[in-house]
């Protein structure tokens, strides 16, 4: 595609409730990114998949927390058992793989807006 | 620790006056930098990137930053400012310890009044 898409754009879910959030990478990125954006705070890093593996999984802020990519494109990030301290909006960038810095630059989607209520 | 700081929450400016965001960063060796600028219900829109080279850097939309490594700034700026500049700017560096995770600053508004 043109650009990163994630789906939905706002989800409004109940507290203790489980929620899916997808990101459709741009076409040929191998490096997927997720990342974390809460009210009046920068971004988070959350967890980044290069392919379907993803080595780095160190800013996931709890087992609630999971994710997984299929065939090397979309990515769902799953939250189980919601609490309202998870309520902010969840971004998703991908990028070439690249050791070249100045070639690896991470391409941002629109985000999901998620209220835990 | 690696740490990016953007100093102003909110950063004010006429249109047609020149702008500056600013930004330091804290991390050994030479920092990869960039800037992004995201506007309402949209994602980050990569702006401008510093590797190696010049240390005035040029990017999208008439921006530009420029690093300076005594310092250990990246400020953003622009010589005009539009109203349509008005958005949440994030200075971010690359981890030194990944070849791919950023670690951004906590972003500043710029509201550019007519």
């Known amino acids: 595609g043109a650009g990163v898409s994630q789906s939905p754009s706002n989800k409004v879910t109940e507290k203790g409730k489980d929620v899916e959030l997808r990101c459709d990478p741009i076409?040929?990125?191998?490096?997927l990114y997720w990342y974390r954006q809460s009210l009046g705070q920068g971004l988070e890093f959350l967890i980044y998949?290069?392919?379907?593996?993803?080595?780095?999984k160190s800013g996931l802020p709890s087992d609630r927390f999971s994710a997984e990519r299929t065939g090397g494109s979309v990515s769902t990030l799953t939250i189980q058992r919601t609490q309202q301290e998870d309520s902010a909006v969840y971004l998703c960038?991908?990028?070439?793989?690249?050791?070249?810095?100045?070639?690896?630059?991470?391409?941002f989607g629109a985000g999901t807006r998620l209220s835990v209520l | 620790a690696q740490s990016v700081a953007q100093p102003e929450d909110q950063v004010n400016v006429a249109e047609g006056n020149p702008l500056t965001v600013k930004c330091t960063y804290s991390?050994?060796?030479?920092?990869?930098l960039f800037w992004y600028v995201q506007y309402p219900n949209r994602g980050l829109q990569f702006l401008l990137k510093?590797?190696?080279?010049?240390?005035l850097v040029k990017g999208s939309y008439g921006f530009e930053a420029e690093f300076n490594k005594s310092q250990t700034s990246f400020h953003l700026k622009k010589p005009s400012a539009l109203v349509s500049d008005s958005a949440l700017y994030f200075c971010?560096?690359?981890?030194?310890?990944?070849?791919?995770?950023?670690?951004f600053g906590s972003g500043t508004r710029l509201l550019v009044r007519p």
């Open positions: 960038a991908s990028s070439l793989m690249t050791l070249q810095p100045g070639k690896n630059i991470q391409y």
């Open positions: 076409s040929g990125h191998t490096a």
């Open positions: 998949f290069q392919g379907n593996s993803a080595p780095d």
């Open positions: 991390v050994s060796g030479n920092p990869y």
């Open positions: 510093y590797i190696t080279g010049d240390n």
């Open positions: 971010a560096v690359r981890d030194k310890d990944s070849s791919y995770k950023l670690i």
